[in-house]
């Protein structure tokens, strides 16, 4: 069975930054890509990032590209997610979430992936 398990939200000010990371047991981290959702109040859930197993790439939403950056360490079973220069409108509870694969043209699509996180929140707010 595989789980993932979200870490590292909290609340920052506008400009600041802060690492979410995602850790997945059950199965090796390198058979997956792995997938980073937002969901704010009232909206529906928002594909971000795609972080590729060694056979696909690395994409991004336009709305977080040049600001987040998605890693992962294989060795630690642990995907990151380095958001910097946060916004208000970055608000929201952030998921990972796990696919055999990832494109470019489809990333955002929920049902492409089989197993999610339970998310953790993140509050940007002065």
């Known amino acids: 069975q595989v789980q993932l398990v979200e870490s590292g939200g909290g609340l920052v000010q506008p400009g600041e930054s802060l690492k979410l990371g995602c850790t997945l047991s059950?199965?090796?981290?390198?058979?997956?890509?792995v997938g980073w959702f937002r969901q704010a109040p009232g909206k529906e859930r928002e594909g971000i990032a795609c972080s590729g197993s060694s056979t696909s790439g690395t994409y991004y939403a336009d709305s977080v590209k040049d600001r987040f950056e998605t890693s992962r360490d294989d060795a630690q079973s642990t995907v990151y997610l380095q958001m910097n220069s946060l916004k208000p409108e970055d608000t929201g509870v952030y998921y990972c979430a796990a696919a055999t694969q990832c494109y470019r043209g489809s990333f955002y699509y929920p049902q492409d992936y089989d197993y999610w996180g339970q998310g953790t929140q993140v509050t940007v707010s002065s």
């Open positions: 059950g199965y090796p981290l390198d058979y997956w890509a």
